[in-house]
């Protein structure tokens, strides 16, 4: 089971980036996914996600209206649009099979048992 991150970099407030997740050893298909950040010295924040059934998404509020979430039978995306200085962390992509992972309005870390080695994202200008 691996999941390997990529897309991230350093970028100047208003960029764009695209992190994608290669998974293997299991069928994306039927597992939740989400994307974290984490930066030194706080937990691990939850960003988005999409319910494996219905198709539910969640976005935290800080990132509302600039990242999207999406997924096909192999990857996961983020992509993230008018980066802000703020967004700076470590990003990590995450499944779950469980159903009780993502809502609407909340996502919910401890059911996520599969994680990548997360991905840089550093925005300074």
């Known amino acids: 089971v691996q999941l390997v991150e990529s897309g991230g970099g350093s970028v100047q407030p208003g960029d764009s980036l695209r992190l994608s997740c290669a998974v293997s050893?299991?069928?994306?298909?039927?597992?939740?996914v989400g994307w974290f950040r984490q930066v030194p010295g706080k937990e691990r924040e939850g960003v988005s996600c999409?319910?494996?059934?219905?198709?539910t998404t969640f976005y935290t509020t800080s990132v509302k209206g600039r990242f999207t979430i999406s997924r096909d039978n192999a990857k996961m995306y983020l992509q993230m649009n008018s980066l802000k200085p703020e967004d700076t962390a470590v990003y990590y992509c995450?499944?779950?099979?469980?159903?009780?992972?993502?809502?609407?309005?909340?996502?919910?870390?401890?059911?996520?048992?599969?994680w990548g080695q997360g991905t840089q994202v550093s925005v300074s200008s």
């Open positions: 050893g299991f069928e994306l298909a039927y597992y939740t």
């Open positions: 995450a499944a779950a099979d469980s159903g009780y992972g993502c809502y609407s309005r909340a996502i919910r870390k401890a059911e996520f048992d599969k």
């Open positions: 999409i319910n494996r059934g219905d198709g």
